[in-house]
């Protein structure tokens, strides 16, 4: 790594032994010398100090008699000025200069840039590096004259300028960077590269590279770094820069590659949202520190003195060999370079050469240390110096103990529904001309005989078929085209509504939210539906199925960001206020980070203290949401795109969080029809059919069903209603005024009428019976209309939703299961998967030893570093909330005759009507360090629940829960039956007061304020006693939102209100006092019970983990998991709660804490 230096150096100042005293002229000499200062005067003293200690041997002789001469070892500093003088340099140089017999020389700038080498100040060793304008061929001809030391090669550097170089040198050594090639280009022509664009892929010399993938310019100093994301996520680029102010990248439309220039092509990586950065001093020592990814959001997280935020985080053993190879390799001393984690690995993709970590003062020691004690082991010995390598006692890493009752949270595990939609709206027709076999062949439809299409270029084929028959139909009639004209121009009009170029509209061709399936029926449809021809034809048909809208809406969009953000206040120091009392002994201002609530979290994020993974499945808006949670949990800005590719892990090939609807399980299908059954009877309803309706006597369907009272006669009601609805909209579109009228996310009057007439149409079928499959699609579409389009004025809406939402009530819920076994063996089908998964992630809390952690050395202003928190968080439709529900209702989890907590959660649940957007399931696993490991009460299971989105209408009939965390079961001894709600509210009437609050939907939060207030507390030790009484009830989140920019408030109430974003129901606590064991034994018992479900598992689970992977959204090549251990299965043999590390995030007072106040908490999005 040195150029060995031949004979001792002219060195220049001799210095008196250590035991002499040095006269006052001599003190005055500098001991490192800067080669200039801004202010004039400064630098001619320097100069002039400069010259007195370089050049001026002569001067100094006559000290020769006072003190015996010891030999000075000179190093100097070679390099452009802005980096010379830089803080770090400097704090670096002055850490230098207590060696005793170091000396540094700064070599001026305009030394180097303006005299020839020969004129340049002497030295024995060279620190020089190359910067923007350094001229790296003189360095490299003063150290060839000179011989000095040399800390980093020259040579190398010319290489380090060069990033196909730099990979080239990596691949040598073997070590693992992305999957890249190289695209040379001839400046004079352009056009002739081996590169082939594709929409969502390009090819580069053969080697094919989906998006999202990364372009990087060849030259290592051009810092315009694109990266590119495929269609399914929004398409466009991320283009990266050097950090202007707060900015490091932007996001552009822009989804074509460039055209000019050479680039590297590579994969990209799905970190977590941050990126390591190493910096090395000798083969030997690496300090690493991570920072949020540039390609992230594109802003700089910058601390209060305006320096970015980065956090130091321990090198695994295998990175700290990737640290010594780089260092060797490139023979540069001081060296940082670029870590990509992902997938378990850790990539190399980026070597910057010569850079100092800024702004740590425990790396300018170890720097200063580890320079010195190298530059005086080769030069000591040949300059006659007597030195030894002094030995260092190990530091201590210190690791924080929590004492008292405090517990730690281990884990967070959520499912989520997603947000506020679009109604989602559906065209069946049968198809039989060629055309439309060609396109199933061409795509592969006869390997399974079903094909979706969701790209843009295959929907537009669709299209063009549309057209051209409607075409041919116009010139002849009597043609043999069998296709129905009114069909055909339904499928016209919504592909071109749907293609629109203009970004605004409905829902423009992009993959995320509509598709076309097409189903090979061997001998034509079955039997005429609702909307089929009556005349049946012979021989093999297509069954095409058009399916669009259900696209997050705005509102949507802000709900999951809020919920995201409100979602930080479940994490340790989520709470704003004084940070000290959290364990924040460091002074310091974390600037974006300071202050605000669920700091905890961030900070815990991005010290790799946080394990996080979202999963969603794979329908856009179900995505979209968890990207824009993503965005309110960890405080990003900007679009959701990056976010998505980022961030957001696909489940869908797996069944974990995708059901495909089409087919449904044996059992659902006999549920649907005595459903059916039951709802087209012509009279009222009798015990009877309460019996079979309601095995379960749920409160809230009997609410129902006496709303309903006579179900054919309800749905005539409807119908009636959904009649004079479109009547009242085709005056309005006659009306000259209102043709134009714009609805909520740029709908218009006619698509308008489209859906409602459609609804009309086919609710009512030919032989005059209900069709009470449309029950959901109808409540589904006045839902929207009350809460977005009350300014159309249409009368009876609110009648029109009464009603259909008391049928909605009934009919959804059931065809998850009317009995409880029924609900269980549909909800197995459903769940097992996501049940298997959820067991995984917490059995796997105490086993990350391999996850990233924190250097504990540099952390005093992190609150504690040895906690590590897993959060898994699953984003769903309505169905796997339904059905991971039932199982925790019916699959036996606990006795409600003995169990009183368990039985008020029962209660509650069947009292609530709807799981709405947003609704979410959540498990907090926390860890009491003060228990014997092997005890069952060492871990703790908590499990809290939320229906979602507030209700546009009457509010009084909502359940009242009993808060989030309220008492544990374990402390009633000491307070008697604190279950129950009378108890508290006579206990302690300020805390938990089951008053109901009228609606307001245009309150400025679309957080719900909590109808129980309670102190906020900040966490605390408390002792047993104080924790039972001081905590009865706290809800979790405080009120903190903003309103979407695209919705303005309106005054008034009700519907009204309609542009705001409704609230959302705070989370309830259903039980607080479970232990890990029951919870596993459960988990086990509801996996096995069903053999077929099981057999299902086992399937999707060796997709998810035998691959040890679960794949990446956008990168099905890659093998997915932050820590090899997310794929070992616990031997069964062992106890899971058995052995944990030291752990992460405290909870405070025992189970029955207070987190923080809490308000709701859940949102939705759009396109």
Not at 618 to 630: I, K, L, N, P, S
Not at 988 to 1007: F, G, H, K, T, Y
Request: proline fraction near 6%; glycine fraction near 6%; hydrophobic fraction near 30%.
């Amino acid at each position: 790594m040195f150029k060995p230096c031949n004979g001792p150096g002219p060195g220049q100042e001799i210095r008196p032994g250590a035991g002499e005293g040095l006269g006052q002229g001599q003190r005055d000499i500098p001991r490192f010398v800067l080669g200039c200062e801004d202010d004039e005067q400064d630098m001619g003293q320097m100069e002039a100090g400069m010259k007195n200690e370089m050049y001026r041997e002569e001067d100094m002789e006559d000290d020769e008699d006072e003190s015996p001469p010891e030999r000075q070892i000179v190093v100097g500093i070679c390099a452009m000025m802005k980096k010379s003088k830089s803080k770090p340099m400097t704090q670096i140089l002055e850490r230098l200069c207590k060696f005793d017999y170091i000396n540094v020389v700064i070599f001026p700038e305009e030394v180097i840039l303006e005299e020839p080498v020969e004129k340049w100040p002497l030295c024995d060793c060279l620190i020089s590096f190359h910067s923007k304008g350094f001229p790296l061929d003189k360095a490299v001809e003063y150290a060839k004259l000179r011989n000095p030391l040399l800390i980093n090669d020259l040579n190398m550097q010319y290489f380090i300028q060069d990033r196909r170089e730099v990979y080239r040198i990596l691949q040598e050594e073997g070590i693992d960077l992305p999957r890249y090639a190289v695209l040379k280009r001839d400046p004079d022509n352009p056009e002739e590269c081996n590169l082939v664009e594709a929409e969502d892929h390009v090819e580069v010399n053969g080697e094919v590279f989906p998006k999202p993938f990364v372009e990087k310019p060849v030259c290592a100093e051009d810092h315009n770094v694109y990266i590119y994301y495929p269609t399914s996520a929004g398409g466009g680029s991320q283009r990266l820069f050097r950090k202007i102010g707060s900015r490091s990248s932007v996001y552009s439309p822009e989804s074509s590659v460039r055209k000019t220039g050479s680039y590297i092509y590579e994969e990209f990586m799905p970190t977590d949202g941050t990126d390591v950065k190493v910096y090395t001093v000798g083969p030997d020592y690496a300090h690493a520190e991570a920072r949020k990814s540039p390609a992230l959001d594109g802003k700089v997280e910058r601390d209060s003195e305006g320096k970015e935020i980065r956090y130091p985080v321990m090198l695994t053993a295998m990175e700290k060999l990737v640290a010594r190879k780089v260092c060797l390799a490139f023979k540069q001393t001081v060296c940082g370079f670029d870590l990509l984690r992902a997938n378990g690995h850790s990539f190399v993709c980026d070597v910057n050469g010569f850079s100092f970590v800024k702004n740590s003062m425990k790396y300018y020691d170890d720097c200063a240390k580890v320079l010195g004690n190298m530059v005086m082991r080769e030069l000591a010995p040949q300059f006659h110096i007597p030195w030894s390598i002094p030995m260092e006692a190990e530091d201590i890493p210190i690791v924080p103990t929590t004492s008292g009752t405090m517990m730690e949270l281990r884990c967070v595990i959520a499912i989520i529904r997603h947000g506020d939609r679009t109604p989602k709206q559906k065209m069946k027709m049968e198809v039989r001309h060629p055309l439309f076999f060609e396109l199933f062949e061409k795509y592969g439809g006869y390997k399974s005989g079903k094909l979706k299409l969701k790209k843009p270029k295959q929907l537009q084929e669709v299209l063009d078929i549309a057209r051209l028959l409607l075409v041919e139909l116009g010139q002849h009639n009597d043609c043999e085209i069998e296709e129905k004209k009114s069909k055909l121009e339904q499928l016209k009009t919504v592909l071109e509504m749907e293609s629109s170029l203009n970004d605004t509209q409905y829902g423009h061709f992009s993959g995320i939210n509509r598709k076309v399936q097409l189903t090979y029926l061997r001998n034509g449809q079955p039997k005429a539906s609702s909307e089929e021809e009556d005349s049946k034809k012979e021989g093999p048909s297509l069954l095409l199925v058009l399916k669009w809208g259900g696209e997050l809406t705005p509102a949507g969009r802000v709900q999951a960001e809020e919920l995201g953000r409100a979602f930080r206040c479940m994490y340790p120091g989520g709470q704003a206020g004084n940070r000290r009392s959290l364990g924040c002994e460091s002074p310091i201002d974390f600037g974006d980070y300071a202050g605000f609530p669920g700091c905890g979290l961030l900070r815990l994020h991005s010290t790799y203290r946080h394990d996080l993974k979202i999963y969603a499945s794979d329908e856009g808006r179900v995505q979209m949401t968890a990207a824009a949670f993503a965005k309110g949990l960890l405080a990003l800005e900007g679009e959701l795109t990056p976010i998505l590719v980022q961030m957001v892990k696909s489940a869908n090939m797996n069944g974990l969080l995708d059901s495909d609807s089409d087919s449904l399980t044996d059992c659902q299908q006999k549920v649907k029809a005595r459903l059916h059954e039951i709802m087209q009877k012509g009279q009222e309803f009798t015990q009877d059919d309460y019996q079979k309706l309601a095995p379960t006597s749920s409160p809230s369907l009997v609410n129902s069903m006496k709303v309903i009272q006579n179900p054919v006669k309800t749905c005539d009601k409807v119908y009636a209603l959904i009649q004079s609805l479109n009547s009242q909209i085709r005056k309005r579109l006659e009306d000259p005024k209102s043709a134009d009228l714009q609805l909520y996310h740029s709908e218009t009057l006619e698509l308008m009428l489209q859906r409602w007439s459609k609804l009309e149409r086919d609710f009512r079928m030919k032989n005059g019976r209900y069709d009470i499959s449309k029950i959901p699609d109808i409540y589904d579409c006045i839902k929207y209309d009350s809460q977005h389009n009350a300014s159309v004025g249409l009368e009876d809406t609110l009648e029109l939703f009464r009603l259909s939402r008391a049928l909605a009530d009934i009919v959804i819920p059931q065809e998850y299961g009317i009995s409880k076994a029924e609900k269980l063996d549909i909800a197995q089908a459903y769940c097992v998967p996501l049940m298997k998964k959820i067991q995984l992630d917490l059995q796997r809390t105490h086993e990350d030893e391999a996850v990233n952690k924190l250097h504990p050395l540099y952390s005093r202003g992190v609150m504690s570093p040895g906690r590590h928190v897993r959060t898994r968080l699953y984003f769903t439709s309505e169905s796997h909330v339904h059905s991971l529900l039932s199982i925790f209702r019916y699959g036996g989890l606990l006795d409600e005759e003995k169990d009183q907590q368990w039985k008020q959660a029962m209660d509650y649940l069947s009292a609530v009507t709807e799981l709405n957007y947003m609704t979410q399931i959540v498990i907090m696993l926390y860890e009491d360090n003060n228990k014997d490991p092997s005890s069952e009460e060492r871990f703790h299971v908590e499990l809290h629940f939320s229906p979602g989105v507030k209700g546009c209408e009457d509010e009084e009939n909502v359940p009242l829960g009993f808060g989030f965390r309220p008492a544990s079961s374990e402390n009633q001894d000491k307070k008697p039956n604190q279950g129950s709600l009378e108890d508290l509210s006579q206990d302690q009437p300020d805390q938990a007061l089951p008053v109901s609050e009228p609606i307001n939907i245009q309150r400025r939060s679309p957080m719900i304020r909590n109808r129980k207030t309670g102190s906020m507390e900040v966490l605390s030790e408390t002792s047993p006693t104080q924790s039972s009484k001081g905590c009865t009830s706290h809800r979790l989140f405080p009120s903190c939102s903003r309103q979407s920019p695209e919705i303005k408030p309106t005054s008034g109430l009700g519907f009204e209100g309609c542009s705001m974003v409704p609230s959302i129901y705070p989370l309830e606590t259903l039980h607080n006092s479970l232990s890990l064991k029951q919870v596993d034994e459960f988990l086990n018992t509801v996996c096995e019970s069903s053999s077929e479900a099981h057999a299902k598992t086992m399937k999707a689970l060796s997709s998810l983990f035998d691959s040890q992977s679960q794949t990446s959204l956008y990168s099905p090549q890659q093998p997915l998991s932050s820590s090899g251990s997310e794929t070992s299965l616990r031997p069964p043999s062992q106890p899971l709660w058995h052995g944990s590390i030291p752990s992460s995030a405290v909870s405070s007072a025992g189970p029955s804490s207070p987190i923080t106040e809490s308000s709701g908490m859940n949102f939705s999005f759009s396109e």
